[in-house]
């Protein structure tokens, strides 16, 4: 049988294709080697993030003492419980949301290894040990990523963590190095420091979160300190062993000075790569980048005109929702000509920890590199009256404004909830709006998503003279 169109993987992307190309009757079929759903429901995003959502709440009841008055506890972590809990959401998001979703839209789901053959065509070693041929007009690579590992001596031999496995632990350990401090790095470091162990954070540049203002690096290494997270910024992991079953960690910091870390846990979040093994790219001719990423053009097509790539395996910004857009995407384009392209001028990104990281649009930096003449406001917190009462004035919010025009061309933000007010400032972002306008839009008393208003406001006024409920 031929098919409209054949997909590899069966993640984010792969599924808003799949579903995109049969609301237009067309007929899909989707291979997946691994576990359906890809990495955001087993691996990634909703794992991740139940998780920290119970080390939150144990976190809430252990800090209850900043309110006058509570006083709260929580007991040791039943770590195998826990897990077992997220493992059953995620079982049931997956049947709700991926394999009974194909089944309602009407597309088979084949276990098996795909390989690119002449044809082009796709060959399906099947799990009865058998192959399937797959022929389509269109094909999909939406194979994802997965962690990657810098080399490091000993580090084969000592049983790593990834960011996947750690999520399988059934013991709490006393002790975990967590070597990377981005955005995967730094929710597993807070998570597992929540839950109860001592966590030290090696990240190889300057600072932690190196990608994100200077002014929330730096606000955020005082909030991890505040818990007892230990970070060491500007050091490279040269060495690891295991010694009285514990990791022995060798580290040079960018002054030479050496050091050792011991922990009974070594987590390595350095990074993800995209996933293109085993798929005979060559037999039909479709590059693979520098980075081991599929080569696009702008429009999602490989140099195969029938070929195409979406989600991480591009090499494009490794978010679930970059994932969904490319699938939509590369539809439109196999089947209508659309000549679509992704556009990430605005593009938020949320790191979840506790202040959340936020931003969309460009940093300081990144904006005078493009020739802006800018002007730039940080508001602490502390002038936030939603930070006031909840007795958290920990964060920030940073705007990047064009000086002339007062056009905002960034946000930045280290709060509780920074995830809900950068949705507003993309608004704003797509809207080419000033921070004079930004100030004096309506904005709902006592919500975080004041400060995005508050912050516009000092670019024109002393927002410290303002009375805690003045526009």
């Known amino acids: 049988m031929a098919f409209d169109l054949a997909i590899i993987g069966s993640g984010g992307g792969a599924f808003a294709a799949a579903i995109a190309a049969r609301r237009e009757d067309r007929a899909v079929v989707m291979i997946e080697r691994g576990t359906v759903g890809g990495t955001c ?14 080390a939150e709440a144990r976190h809430v009841a252990l ?27 995620v079982a049931g998001m997956q049947q709700d949301k991926y394999i009974g979703l194909a089944a309602e839209y009407g597309w088979e789901i084949i276990t098996g290894q795909a390989r690119f053959i002449d044809g082009p065509a796709l060959e399906v070693s099947v799990a009865d040990g058998g192959t399937r041929r797959i022929e389509a007009e269109h094909y999909l ?15 084969a031999e000592v049983g790593y963590l990834t960011s996947t496995t750690a999520m399988e632990l059934k013991t709490l350990p006393e002790s975990m190095l967590v070597v990377g401090g981005n955005y995967v790095g730094l929710e597993q470091a807070q998570l597992f420091s929540r839950l109860g162990a001592r966590i030290d954070v090696v990240e190889m540049e300057d600072r932690l979160a190196p990608a994100e203002e200077p002014e929330i690096s730096h606000a955020l290494v005082h909030v991890f300190a505040g818990t007892g997270i230990c970070v060491h910024a500007g050091t490279v992991l040269t060495r690891v062993r295991l010694e009285n079953g514990q990791v022995v960690a060798d580290l ?10 011991r922990a009974d846990e070594l987590l390595m979040a350095t990074g993800r790569k995209p996933v293109t093994d085993g798929l005979g790219l060559d037999a039909v001719g ?20 029938s070929i ?150 000092t670019f024109t006024r002393d927002v410290a003279k303002l009375s805690c409920c003045a526009a």
């Open 286 to 305: 479709v590059t693979i980048g520098e980075r081991g990423q599929i080569v696009t053009d702008e429009q999602l097509r490989t140099d195969t005109p």
């Open 141 to 155: 690579i939406a194979t994802g990523s997965a962690p990657w590992t810098p080399p490091v001596d000993g580090l």
């Open 41 to 54: 429901v087993n691996t990634g995003c909703v794992p991740s993030k139940a998780l920290l959502a119970a």
């Open 308 to 457: 195409w790539a979406a989600g991480d395996v591009t090499g494009h910004p490794q978010f679930v929702y970059v994932a969904g857009a490319h699938g939509a995407i590369v539809v439109d384009n196999a089947f209508h000509q659309a000549g679509r392209t992704p556009d990430y001028h605005h593009l938020p990104r949320v790191t979840f920890t506790n202040p959340q990281i936020a931003a969309a649009g460009l940093t300081d930096a990144e904006a005078q590199a493009q020739g802006y003449d800018v002007e730039c406001r940080v508001l602490p917190l502390e002038h936030v009256p939603r930070a006031l009462v909840d007795r958290d004035t920990r964060g920030l919010v940073k705007l990047v404004a064009e000086r002339d025009t007062g056009r905002l061309l960034g946000a930045h933000v280290l709060a509780d909830g920074a995830g809900d007010v950068i949705a507003a400032a993309v608004y704003a972002l797509h809207n080419q709006m000033s921070v004079d306008e930004i100030g004096e839009l309506w904005c709902p008393y006592l919500t975080m998503a004041e400060a995005l208003k508050l912050a516009a406001q």
């Open 63 to 89: 800090s209850a003492e900043r309110f006058p008055g509570l006083r709260a506890s929580a007991d040791e972590v039943a770590l195998a419980e826990l897990i077992e809990g997220k493992a059953d959401l």
């Open 252 to 261: 040079r910091d960018s002054h030479g000075h050496t050091r050792q870390l």
